[in-house]
C-alpha cells in the first residue's frame, strides 16, 4: 500500500485521520547538526490552522506540533524526525447523518469503492486535515532553504471572479517591470492572503455573500520561488516543473497546475514566448521569463513562478441530491464547519510542497557531478 509518503532524499511519511487521536509524520534525509527553530514550525502551522479568521472554519485547533524524535538540544540528529499534531476540537457526531449516504464531489463514493468501507469522521484520511503533516516537514524544508538564500511565497491570486491584476514579480514579457520583492509578512496583511488591499476586500466581501447564501467558492493560489540555482530537475521523468506539479496535485481541493506562460503559451507564436538571452552585469540571463524559470525541465536561475486552481469546498449547507449505500435516491444536507473558501488557508500548503520539491531536488543534485 503506497500513496503516504512524498520525496526521495527528504521524504515525509505521513499518518492520521481528521477525526482520530492526531495526524502526525517522519521526516528521512535532514542533515545532522542543522539548527530548527520549533517557532518556526508552530507559525506555519499557526497559518494554515482552522478558526484563524470569519472566512475560515469555526473549528477551533490550537495544532500544537510535538516533536517525538531527531532533535536533541536543538540540533537536529540525522535521524528521523516523528512528530504528532494532537486533535482537540473534533465533533464527529457531526458526521452521524451521513455514514451511509455519498457525500458530492467527496472522496466517500470512490473511496469506498476503492477499500470496502470508509472513515466518515469528516473525511478521514482524505480530509485536508493531513495537510498538517506537509506543513511541518514544508516548514523545516524552508528553513533548510534559508541557508541556500532560496525563498519560496505564495498568495492568493484570484477568489471566484476576483481576479488579482496587479504585476507582483514581473513575470512573463515585463520582467523587469518590477524589482519589488513580495514578502510573507505582505501576503499575511489581511485574511485572505492577497497582497494587494483593494483586491483582498473584494475577495473577503465575495466569500462573505457565498457563505451566507450557505455556498461555497473556488480560486487560485500563485507562487514565486526565486533565488534559485541553474541545474535543479532530473530527466526525464522527474524534470522539476512535473515534481511541483505532482506535489501540487496531491493537496486536496487543486484542479489545476500551470507554470510560467502556461495555457497562455497555446495562443502565442515561438518569436512571442522565445526567452531570449542576454549578458547583465556579467551574468548570462533570460530577458523575459515565459518559461517560469524552468528550460527543458531543468531550472534556469529565473524565478520559478506557478498557480494552483482549487474548487470550491465540496462540503455545503445547501439541500443536494445524492443516493446511500443501498442505492436509494436520498436529499442530503450537510452539517459540520467547514471553509466557505479553502484558498486562504491552501497558501501555506503550497509553499510547504514546494520547499518540499525544492529542497529534494538540491539534494539530489549534489549528485549529479563532482
Not at 471566484?160 to 491584476?165: A, E, H, P, T
Not at 541553474?230 to 496531491?250: N, R, T, W, Y
Not at 474548487?311 to 444536507?333: F, G, H, R, W, Y
Amino acid at each position: 500500500m503506497g500513496g503516504n509518503s512524498f520525496g526521495n532524499i527528504f521524504k515525509l511519511t505521513s499518518f492520521g485521520e481528521s477525526h482520530g487521536d492526531a495526524i502526525g509524520g517522519v521526516i528521512e534525509g535532514i542533515p545532522a547538526g542543522f539548527s530548527l527553530s520549533l517557532d518556526k514550525i508552530q507559525h506555519e502551522l499557526n497559518r494554515r490552522r482552522p478558526g484563524q479568521s470569519n472566512i475560515s472554519t469555526p473549528r477551533k485547533e490550537d495544532d500544537i506540533v510535538q516533536i517525538l524524535s531527531g532533535i536533541f538540544e536543538g540540533k537536529t540528529t540525522g535521524m528521523p524526525v516523528g512528530f504528532i499534531v494532537k486533535n482537540n476540537n473534533s465533533r464527529s457526531g457531526d458526521y452521524s447523518n451521513i455514514k451511509d449516504l455519498f457525500r458530492p464531489s467527496h472522496a466517500d463514493f470512490s473511496w469506498t469503492g476503492k477499500y470496502g468501507l470508509r472513515d466518515y469522521r469528516g473525511g478521514g484520511r482524505s480530509s485536508a486535515r493531513e495537510h498538517i503533516a506537509r506543513v511541518v516537514a514544508g516548514a523545516i524544508a524552508k528553513q533548510m532553504l534559508e541557508q541556500y538564500n532560496i525563498s519560496i511565497v505564495a498568495y492568493t491570486s484570484q477568489v471566484g471572479d476576483v481576479i488579482l491584476k496587479k504585476n507582483i514579480a514581473g513575470f512573463g514579457p515585463n520582467k523587469f517591470s518590477s524589482v519589488k520583492i513580495l514578502t510573507s509578512a505582505e501576503v499575511d496583511s489581511n485574511i485572505v492572503r492577497c497582497p494587494d488591499e483593494t483586491t483582498a476586500n473584494s475577495m473577503i466581501n465575495l466569500i462573505n455573500e457565498v457563505r451566507k447564501d450557505h455556498d461555497s467558492i473556488g480560486g487560485t493560489v500563485s507562487c514565486i520561488i526565486s533565488g534559485l540555482p541553474i541545474g535543479l530537475g532530473e530527466p526525464v521523468f522527474d524534470k522539476c516543473q512535473a515534481l511541483l506539479a505532482h506535489a501540487m496535485m496531491s493537496i486536496n481541493a487543486a484542479k489545476g497546475f500551470e507554470y510560467g506562460s502556461g495555457f497562455r503559451s497555446a495562443y502565442m507564436k515561438g518569436s512571442e514566448h522565445n526567452d531570449e538571452f542576454i549578458c547583465n552585469n556579467d551574468k548570462i540571463e533570460c530577458a523575459s521569463n515565459n518559461s517560469g524559470g524552468i528550460q527543458g525541465g531543468i531550472s534556469n536561475g529565473e524565478n520559478i513562478y506557478f498557480k494552483v486552481a482549487f474548487k470550491a469546498t465540496p462540503s455545503i449547507m445547501k439541500t443536494q441530491k445524492t443516493v446511500n449505500t443501498d442505492k436509494e435516491a436520498l436529499e442530503l444536507n450537510i452539517l459540520g464547519r467547514h471553509d466557505p473558501c479553502v484558498v486562504p488557508r491552501a497558501v501555506p500548503v503550497v509553499e510547504s510542497m514546494a520547499a518540499m520539491v525544492i529542497l529534494d531536488l538540491l539534494f539530489q543534485n549534489k549528485l549529479s557531478k563532482l
